[in-house]
């Protein structure tokens, strides 16, 4: 979503510098322009409410979402970051074998009858902890 259809969505919009506006905000009964916005170095808009509003209540008075404030993105981009996600979804399987490998090879040693190293004991436990963020971090 550009900059534009953002301020068209705006009543009262001024510009009042580069990259700068202010506007009527949509969530409340707005008499004087308390709406700032701006456009971040990276695209990204910020919008923010003198009044108090919330950047949800505003973006979504005027039939957006705060997703619609992110600057697009070229094709190919990973969508699962997009919805706030550590990970994308390669980066989790890369992590989820790295960390497979490690509690693979701490099996092996016990099954060799060789004891756990405290170094190996920790990062077993890393892995195991890591495993489950990525298992909550799949399911959302
Ligand atoms: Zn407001």
């Known amino acids: 979503m550009g900059i534009d259809s953002i301020l068209n969505r705006l009543e009262k919009v001024r510009r009042t510098g580069p990259g700068k506006w202010t506007a009527c905000c949509p969530a409340h009964d707005d008499k004087c322009p308390s ?3 701006k456009q971040a170095d990276d695209d990204k808009i910020l919008i923010h409410c003198f009044g ?8 979504s008075a005027i039939g957006l979402t705060l997703s ?14 997009a919805r706030g996600s550590r990970f994308s979804k390669s980066e989790m399987f890369d992590r989820l074998l790295h960390e497979s490998i490690i509690l693979g090879l701490g099996i092996r040693q016990l099954l060799s009858g ?5 170094a190996d004991i920790e990062s ?17």
């Open 35 to 37: 709406l700032g916005i």
């Open 52 to 59: 108090g509003c919330d950047v949800q209540s505003i973006v």
């Open 68 to 81: 619609d404030l992110m600057p697009e993105k070229p094709q190919g981009y990973d969508r699962t970051r």
């Open 114 to 118: 060789k004891e756990l190293s405290p």
């Open 124 to 140: 077993i436990g890393k892995a195991e902890s890591l495993i489950d963020e990525l298992r909550i971090e799949a399911s959302r």
